[in-house]
């Protein structure tokens, strides 16, 4: 188990630093820098290379990434070039909107895909069971952009139920307003990463039936169902969960994408805003934050699922 | 069962019956494992939700706390100890300032915001472009035009409480003569001294006369700060102006509040927030209409209608010294030859733009717009003629001409690459339009010269100097021109600079050296109940200081 952990552990850095190397000089492929959008339209050369030299733009590009890596070790995450404020705090800021848009779509996607994953499977063979399969099928195509458009279309313009974009002035300090106009873009993701989900799920019921002790529960006089529930279930629940580490990437990228199409200010806008403007201080550092958090939260469900699945345990005692 | 149609669950639970062969129908020997999986799915949900919950609450924990700090969205709790009334400006504009640094960061967007209401200068500019009186109440120029004396207007105080002396003044502008990453370095290029003879006067020697240095110091170049303060200029601002920046809630709105201690006449409103919408005009022009905002600038001209035969709202176009400007890169094959300019310029007519603007631009002939010095009506040069530009190119031996346009995607609403392609084409000309990010234009347009045909707008007022410099981007080199411009920045009197300016304006329209394809005036849209907005150059000055909102 031990040995389990520390490599495991030593997987974790390896990636955390892989990602720190493509993400630093990925960015670095992209024309133009910072210098020049802080110059503007009238700068001379003169003042363009003042600023560069005045931002560290000048020194080796080596020497540039170790300097960044070496404030992340201190949890340092940097300041933004051209805002000039942390990134550690507009991240914090962001993230009010990102995180609970992230939890409520997760929060959607589950009470979609449970019951119906699990309606599917016991159905599997009627139509309703088909035709939720199916339905799960077409709606994990759907890209979020087409499935949000819809949305709005349907719950904004034509019943006027929920706002189309935007989000109040003032943020949290207007709760209903807040979540009201999280609502719309977290059922978009949720429907989308809710019927991948169902998936899972059904072929987890579906392998769960197939199992001795869940017919042997039938044959002690519990309905089919009722086995299912109650002794298939807890086996489909830990695969579902794995999942659902995975999908947690997933629901990032998700959320960047929806709130460009909501006009939600978090992290994907910022994201986009910040390209845009070469601040790959900032840039690299919220990228990898997101990494980060998907990294370890993988980690932490490989080591759950670990320590509480008896077989995987036996296997390497 | 068809479970090769399903995508594969990665967890052991299913796959086939345990490898042991366990009796696990036998309830006593099952509970033991079954429990602990129970468990174990509770703790990995819990985890993983929590990780989720803990971040997204600390996010919403620290940006209350950090709210609570700033403006209450009521004006309510700044209320005025002289009694005047607590009343909110609401401004939709769209292009955020991505700092608030006066001096290091360019751009018209904090310009637009910060000058006059949290910044002041020596002198101002007012809506007619005439130079006024500021923290100076008076100057005097030598007739050599080589040295400014400026008496202070005394008790002004900043906005931490310290009064205002010379001393700030000369440290202000020695930083920014000494500091090549500033933006208004070059204005202090020909500055010899900056001396503070007594606590109210400022004397600034030039080793030469500079015809646009008065008119620069009204501008950023002008801005005193307090010498010796240590505030984060990126994010906070300790100025003299009528307004306190109050909050900036980066990505969607700046506050300020009123300054209870101004010098001068107090602010009428309370409390101004400026909304930022981007590109986004339907949204803003939405918040226009639900009256979550009192002045929209600009009002996308496109979806005016709605308002303007609406009593509660004003609508107007307002004056700029924005010119669009189509650039040839002048150092070029075949730009090199002056018929081919000539030819591309008669092949535009300017009127396409105006009217996909609704109104909200203006015909420019030449480099310099009407309210700038220098300024003469020269739309007859190089007019739209196709059928002379058809001519023209066929003199010069090109045919079949295949052209790209380089222009930053944030004009998109202008159509401006559309617009283009179509004219072009009517006169032989095939134009591919490269749309690329403003970052990627200032690359390789703007600092590598690599491009053939380039549209941006360029907002700075007086920046005919850009046709005299051989350096700049579109590489326009004319020596007559350098001499009558360096000429008009020489002369004492400004009729004898307008005159010369005139001049070698007349030049540049004829060598075409780029089209300029409109003065942008845009749309400006306000509550009926709003008065004494600015009604010039909006995009990169608004002055509220005498801004009133009557109650509805």
Redo the contacts between chains.
């Keep these: 188990m031990t040995r389990f952990i520390v490599i495991r552990a030593a997987m974790l850095v390896a990636g955390l630093l892989v990602a720190s190397i493509l993400i630093f000089f990925t960015l670095r492929i992209l024309p133009g820098d910072v210098a020049l959008v802080i110059g503007g339209t009238q700068a001379s050369p003169e003042r363009i290379a003042a600023i560069r030299a005045q931002l560290g733009l000048d020194q080796p590009i080596v020497a540039q990434y170790l300097d960044w890596v070496g404030g992340l070790l201190r949890l340092d995450l940097g300041t933004s070039v051209v805002t000039g404020s942390s990134v550690s705090a507009q991240i914090a800021q962001k993230l009010a909107v990102t995180g609970p848009l992230a939890l409520l779509s997760l929060l959607f996607g589950l009470v979609i895909a449970l019951p119906l994953g699990f309606l599917s499977a016991v159905r599997r063979s009627r139509a309703s069971g088909v035709a939720i399969a199916f339905g799960a099928q077409a709606a994990a195509a759907v890209p979020v952009v087409w499935a949000g458009l819809l949305l709005i279309l349907l719950l904004s313009t034509a019943l006027g139920l929920f706002p189309s974009q935007g989000f109040p002035l003032n943020g949290w300090a207007d709760p209903w307003g807040a979540l009201r106009s999280l609502i719309l873009p977290a059922l978009t993701i949720g429907i989308v990463e809710g019927a991948v989900l169902l998936r899972f799920v059904r072929s987890a019921v579906l392998s769960a039936q197939g199992q001795l002790h869940v017919t042997a529960a039938a044959a002690r006089g519990l309905t089919r169902r009722q086995a299912l529930l109650r002794h298939g279930l807890p086996n489909a629940g830990l695969s579902v969960v794995s999942v659902l580490g995975l999908q947690l990437a997933a629901l990032i990228v998700g959320a960047v994408v929806v709130e460009q199409l909501f006009n939600l200010p978090g992290l994907g806008p910022m994201l986009v805003t910040d390209v845009g403007q070469r601040d790959l201080p900032k840039v690299q550092s919220v990228v990898f934050t997101i990494t980060a958090i998907i990294l370890v939260v993988g980690f932490l469900v490989d080591l759950v699922h670990r320590i509480v699945d008896p077989r995987l345990r036996a296997g390497t005692a | 069962?068809s479970?090769g149609n399903?995508?594969?669950?990665?967890?052991?639970?299913?796959?086939?019956?345990?490898?042991g062969g366990r009796p696990?129908?036998e309830r006593k020997d099952?509970r033991g494992?079954?429990r602990?999986?129970?468990?174990?799915?509770v703790?990995?949900?819990v985890?993983?939700?929590a990780?989720?919950?803990g971040?997204?609450?600390?996010?919403?924990l620290?940006?209350?706390s950090?709210?609570a700090g700033g403006p209450a969205?009521q004006p309510g709790g700044t209320a005025a100890p002289t009694g005047a009334a607590a009343t909110t400006l609401t401004v939709g504009l769209s292009l955020e300032p991505?700092?608030l640094?006066i001096i290091?960061?360019?751009?018209v967007a904090l310009e637009q915001i910060l000058l006059d209401n949290v910044y002041q200068g020596l002198v101002s500019v007012d809506d007619d472009g005439t130079i006024v009186p500021s923290l100076a109440d008076s100057w005097r120029v030598s007739d050599d035009g080589t040295s400014y004396t400026f008496q202070l207007h005394p008790e002004v105080q900043f906005h931490d409480g310290a009064p205002l002396s010379s001393a700030d003044v000369v440290a202000t502008y020695e930083m920014v003569k000494g500091?090549?990453?500033a933006?208004a370095?070059?204005v202090f290029a020909d500055v010899e001294s900056i001396t503070a003879p007594d606590d109210r006067t400022v004397v600034i020697t030039l080793s030469h006369p500079d015809a646009d240095f008065l008119w620069n110091l009204a501008g950023r170049a002008g801005v005193v700060l307090e010498k010796g303060a240590k505030n984060?200029?990126?994010?906070t601002a300790n100025g003299t102006g009528p307004f306190l920046l109050e909050a900036w809630?980066?990505?969607?709105?700046i506050s300020l509040s009123r300054n209870e201690h101004y010098w001068g006449e107090a602010a009428k409103v309370s409390e101004v927030?400026f909304?930022y919408f981007g590109a986004?005009s339907n949204?803003a022009a939405n918040a226009l209409a639900d009256g979550d905002l009192d002045v929209l600038a600009p009002l996308d001209a496109t979806l005016a209608p709605r308002f303007q035969g609406d009593p509660r709202f004003v609508t107007g176009t307002t004056g700029s010294t924005d010119v669009f400007t189509l650039a040839y890169n002048n150092a070029k094959a075949p730009f090199t030859d002056l018929r081919v300019r000539e030819a591309l310029s008669r092949a535009i007519d300017q009127n396409a733009f105006i009217a996909v603007l609704n109104g909200g631009g203006q015909q420019l002939g030449g480099p310099i717009t009407e309210g700038e010095p220098g300024y003469e009506n020269l739309n007859s040069i190089n007019h739209y003629d196709p059928d002379s530009a058809r001519q023209l190119l066929q003199e010069a031996g090109v045919s079949g001409l295949q052209l790209t346009l380089t222009i930053p995607n944030i004009y998109e609403s202008f159509h401006i690459g559309d617009v283009l392609t179509t004219q072009l084409a009517a006169v032989g000309v095939k134009l591919t339009v490269n749309s690329v990010?403003?970052?990627?234009w200032?690359?390789?347009v703007?600092?590598n010269k690599d491009f053939d045909l380039s549209v941006?707008d360029?907002a700075?007022a007086h920046?005919f100097g850009n046709y005299a410099n051989p350096g700049y981007y579109w590489s326009y080199d004319n020596a007559q021109v350098q001499s009558l411009y360096a000429q008009a920045m020489a002369a004492t009197d400004p009729a004898k600079t307008d005159e010369l300016l005139q001049q070698a304006a007349r030049i540049v329209a004829n060598d075409a050296p780029a089209k300029w394809l409109f003065n942008y005036t845009p749309l400006v849209a306000r509550k009926a109940s709003v008065s004494g907005f600015p009604s010039y150059g909006v995009n990169s000055r608004l002055n509220l200081g005498q801004v009133a909102v009557a109650s509805e």
Excluded at chain 2, 55 to 60: F, K, N, P, V
Excluded at chain 2, 249 to 253: I, K, V
């Design positions: 069962m479970e399903e995508p594969g669950a990665p967890a052991p639970g299913a796959g086939g019956s345990p490898a696990e129908f099952g494992p079954r602990g999986r129970g468990v174990g799915i703790v990995a949900i985890a993983i939700v990780a989720l919950a971040g997204a609450t600390w996010a919403i620290a940006n209350a950090r709210s969205p991505t700092n640094d290091g960061q360019s751009g500091d090549k990453a933006v370095n070059p984060d200029r990126a994010t809630n980066q990505g969607s709105s927030v909304r986004d949204a990010d403003f970052t990627t200032l690359q390789d703007y600092t941006v360029h700075e920046d």
